[in-house]
């Protein structure tokens, strides 16, 4: 079923195998849609579920495994750092993320990185969940939910809790929303600084594949309690001039699906010549 877009960005994803609500801005072609039980077969391959969707910025194409759970919306755990760095910046919690530090409270968490004092810049590198809690709080409810609004990000709802809203809230996101928000990020056009988008890109984590360069963030549900359930990876992928944004999730059922989170990006990014 082709699918048609009305919104407000570039961007046509498939959801529920139905038309998704609106996603794009006046005058951009509509996007092509492809569904690739291929790409699904990677998560069966490794024993798990999963999904994984990829926005080919210059053909205007958008490739799904699926068409039920890349529109299923869940919590977003640790992807949430990109936009809570954002929001960081834009209300002066932090000014430098290089230079502004979080000491560590002396708290002992079975992640050893997360174990010492941070910058932004390392606190995002190491997803270290504590840190971003205190950003958070520092943030406090009111601004949270101003800015969650205005970013139009997943459900909007911070219930929960002001440092818990994301890991084990009400806060939900589908991997449509996470491609939307990612895309308007890549672009430098959400509704906050130029600065602040500027700095938020250039501080996620990249790795390189072959002469690609994958710009990601992670997520694991239950990493902080030492109970992975959920993973996530979202970003965008350069191949030369070509761009691709992408968001993929997975059921973490044993400890190895933590790692394969990146290697099923790899495969999937490739399987789709994006890398």
């Known amino acids: 079923m082709p699918l048609v877009i009305h919104r407000r960005h570039a961007l046509g994803l498939i959801a529920a195998a139905t038309i998704l609500p609106a996603r794009a801005f006046a005058n951009v072609a509509p996007q092509r849609n492809d569904i690739r039980e291929s790409l699904a077969k990677r998560f069966t391959d490794v024993g798990t579920e999963g999904t994984f969707v990829g926005y080919k910025v210059e053909d ?4 799904a495994s699926d068409a039920m759970r890349s529109g299923e919306a869940k919590l977003p755990a640790s992807t949430f750092k990109v936009a809570n760095s954002l ?7 932090v000014q430098d993320p290089d230079k502004d530090v979080f ?4 708290v002992v968490r079975p ?11 390392s606190a995002i590198a190491a997803s270290a969940v504590p840190v971003y809690q ?9 601004r949270m939910q101003k800015f969650v609004d205005l970013l139009d990000y997943g459900n909007r709802n911070i219930g929960g809790g002001i440092d818990q809203f994301w890991l084990t809230g009400d806060m939900r996101i589908d991997p449509v929303q996470q491609v939307d928000f990612i895309d308007r990020l890549r672009r430098g ?15 996620v984590p990249t790795t390189k594949a072959g002469a690609s360069v994958i710009h990601f963030k992670s997520g694991l549900l239950g990493a902080e309690r030492g109970d992975p359930s959920l993973g996530w990876i979202v970003g965008w992928a350069d191949k030369g001039d070509a761009e ?15 790692a394969d989170r990146m290697t099923l990006t790899q495969a999937c990014l490739s399987d789709i010549g994006a890398i």
């Open 60 to 63: 205007y194409l958008v490739i």
């Open 103 to 106: 000491k560590w409270d002396g």
């Open 134 to 142: 205190e950003i958070a709080r520092r943030i406090g409810e009111a």
């Open 111 to 121: 992640i050893e990185a997360w174990n010492k004092d941070h910058t932004m810049r």
């Open 244 to 258: 691709t944004v992408f968001a993929l999730n997975m059921d973490c059922k044993e400890p190895r699906h933590v």
């Open 87 to 93: 929001i960081a910046l834009e209300t002066g919690v």
């Open 189 to 203: 056009v959400l509704p906050v600084s130029k600065r602040s988008q500027d700095l938020v890109r250039d501080i």
